[in-house]
């Protein structure tokens, strides 16, 4: 899983391949074209550009100008100068670390970040160690940059909760160092006093996973001695300002630093620049979290005070000029704080002890060889608690993993340093510095120059100055001042600086940097004392003091000092006094050559890894912001190589690769050399940058390398690369993708198909299971079928169950709805008539109950007329049926159509029903409009309000209708009186109905006569007349020819 800082760095990085490489090239131009356009007002970024770059002035012009504008940093190609502003500028934030995070150099302003993202992403890419080499000298900013190194690689670095541990311990090693290693000198407030290589290690996806600190020769002799406006190491006024009271009391502490010796004899324990108080609370809390216990803690300032406590003992000489103590006091906070009981503590600072054959004999110091045990012992005590220190910050840095990790070195040396009385610290201070520049000199001017003539580029050496004679002088074997030194140290006989001195006149004095006042000339000697000696440093002349020299290399503790320290309770004390150590019989090596060996082991180190350079200058001596003294600063960029730097970068090539190294990272872009190349190396990458366009000018072909001119060709390529490997990535990405899914969906396939064919072969088996009892059924049920009028047996006894129950099964669904519909009763199969019989009637009767129950009274006295209208003309008359479905009203006229006046006249008779005819005239036959009324009594003919004839019930000899579709009948009556009127001739479209009430309410039932062809008739008593009914093509009723009524109806249609 990327952490949120991985993947913002991976997605900004992402963002910036995704910029077109063209547009990227315009970038930079405009870039460069920028800074030339405001040449004037900002100088130049890179000095590569500058027009006029062999001249010293317009160098320093330059970094002046740029110095005004607060603009620090300015490069020779890759290598960054910064000059020191002694004042805080506003480009360190986050924003600007973001800014800086994964660009090019040139894409944006110089800045020490881009140097350090540079050197991260290079190791990234290339998967080697890094170390970036801070030079300069004291004062100039060294431990700054490697700070701010250390802080954008705190925030640029992917991060995870472990990572953050290292990140924080990584960061806080630097306060706790700086406050036991770093002290105010003359040249810089916070001057390093010891020398300090760091390694960050990161892991395989860049976070920094851990650290390792080589720490070189602290300047012990501070402890005990400080030169005037000068202090000691920070911890011990941190402590003493800003310590709790708690503490102080417990350490025997006064919150008072001049009352300590150790602390004043600089005269300036208090400095303007420096808040011991609150660093003192960074120190206290950095402590804790490097990983430091409450009892590490403890016993740690306990050494501190006792080193102060030490300062205060003062001796006296006894009579016989013995020293002795004065104030017992401070001894006794000393024995309590070390743990050390006081008379031993005493005796060792008092006297030597001797071992005399197999006795030991103690002997008494003289005071001054007592102050000397006593400044010894604080010395040895401090400089091996700081040992211990970056001992225990190494091992909370210490990554335990053994994966391969690559490294990036922070090298932050104590700069070169002259003072008005040097001595043996700057003597190996500067001989440090020298040692660094030789390896700058081999590293770029001499190994840069001599690789273009072995690879056979056509080369214009630049001259400069090798300071190896320099380092010879101090170094060499046997001839050198080291060798001279130790060989004074360890020779028998009374060695003393001074004899140490005209040693090196003797051995050494025709050397052209070495100088002595025995040596100089005239106008020299002036300038030297008798003890002094001279050596011309490749940054400038160093007058040395011999005094001190030998017994500083020396460093000799008193034998019985270490065996009083071996038996302190102080934990840590215990463990940088080990038993194990050996004894002075046998002489450690001297400082020097200690101090020496070292320096060869981190060249060593150096060596194999890629370098990059911070070459930092400092603008004035007086610590000034915006003071830019062109002498001082002249001198530097004359003795740090810069132009000499310059000029071979100028005419050389910012880059080189051996060709295999070269095709085999940039060959997946140009397809003749992708995915492998054939022929050999030097031709593929021949054939690679023919490919890529790179101009002639761009760059040379060495016998085994390429030589890239500018970086942005290169970063061009590089950006190329990137992109193409992102392609390539998602190419092989997709094809193992699809590799896998074919795979995948060939296994799925294989699966499906096996599946498929158990599922089939199971189907076909289910089949033919069913078949074959589909089979055994249809078998039986022919057999069955044959047998089927046979008595039952089992060949048919199933299949007639099954007719059976399938008749039954049918009739259930299909039995008849309505008792009309009974007709429609299922047919059943021969062994089913009988069953079939009896269920139809079960079934009709139920039907027929069910109707008749559902049916009402009036409903019921409809069907009962129906039922007599039936008997009456079923059959007889032929629009009978069409009458059927026309329900019977109880009457036809309601009774206010009726006239009042007949109404009066017949009422006590019932009015029973009444319905509209037509009456046709006895004589002519003409149609008139009546109403026919039958009462209980009579039936009358009724014409508005004159009841035109009545025909009692009783005289009625019965009525007369046709078999035909007409509507008439003739209504007989008897007739014995002449004057009475005759039978009635009707017509009533409601014939069924009005002759089924009159049957009803007669109670005649033969009195309704249907008759075919012609009917008689009384016109009058003893008159008679005929209708005669015939079936035609229309109903029409007419008078014939024959003086009958003629009544003609249609066959089908009834009205
Ligand atoms: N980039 C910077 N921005 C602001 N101030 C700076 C910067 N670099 C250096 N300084 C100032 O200069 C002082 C000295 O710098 P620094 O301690 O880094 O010098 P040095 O080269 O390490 O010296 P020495 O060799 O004595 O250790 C710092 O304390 C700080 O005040
Ligand atoms: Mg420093």
Redesign the pocket.
Known sequence: MFSSVQKRYLEARTLRILVSLEERCNRILRNMEASLTARDRVGIQDFVLLDTYTSETACLDNLRKRFHENL?YTYIGTLLV?V??????DIYSKKQMDTYMGVNFFELPPHIYALADNAFRTMMSEFNNHFILIS??????????SK?ILQFYAVSCPSTKVLNNVRDRLLLSNPVLEAFG?AK?L??????RFGKYMDIQFDHQGGAVGGHILSYLLEKSRVVHQNHGERNFHIFYQLVEGGEEDLLRWLGLERNCKHYRYLVQGNCAKVS?INDKSDWKTVRKALSVIDLSESDIENLFGIIASVLHMGNIKFEADARGYAMLNNNQEMQWVSKLLGIPNQVLQQGLTHRKIEAKSEEVFSPFSVDHAVYARDALAKAIYGRTFSWLVNKINESLANMDSSRKTVIGLL????F?VFSVNSFEQFCINYCNEKLQQLFIELTLKSEQEEYEMEGIEWEPVPYFNNKIICDLVEEKFRGIISLLDEECLRPGEATDLTFLEKMEDKIGGHPHFVTHKLADQKTRKTLKRGDFRLLHYAGEVTYCVVGFLDKNNDLLYRNGKEVMRQSKNAIIKHCFPSTEPDSKRRPETVVTQFKNSLVGLTEILMMKEPWYVR?IKPNEA?QPGHFDDVLVRHQVKYLGLMEHLRVRRAGFAYRRKYEIFLQRYKPLCPDTWPNWKGTAAEGVRCLIKHLGYKSDEYKMGRTKIFIRHPRTLFATEDAFQVCKHKLATRIQAKYKGYKVKGDYLKQREAATKIETCWRGMMARRERQRRAWAVKVIKKFIKGFMNRHQPACTDNSEYLTFVRHSYLTRLKENLPKTILEKDSWLTPPPILQEVSQVLKKIYIRHMVRKYVRGITPQRKAQLLLKAQTSALFKGKKENYPFSVCRPFADTRICAEDISIKVLQMIQHEKVKYSVPVVKYDRNGFRPRLRQLIFTQEAAYLVEEAKIKQRIDYSSLKGVSVSNLSDNFLILHVTCDDSKQKGDLVLQCDFLFEALTKLSVIVNKQNCIHVVQGSVRFDIQPGREGFVDFKSGQESMVYRAKNGHLMVESTKTKSR
Request: hydrophobic share 15%; aromatic share 6%; proline share 3%.
């Open positions: 620090i910064s020191n502003p002694y004042k805080e500028l300069g000298e004291s004062g100039a900013g060294k431990t700054e940059a701010k770093n000198t040249k810089n407030d916070n001057s390093s620049s932050d040396i104590y700069g340093e930092c610590k």
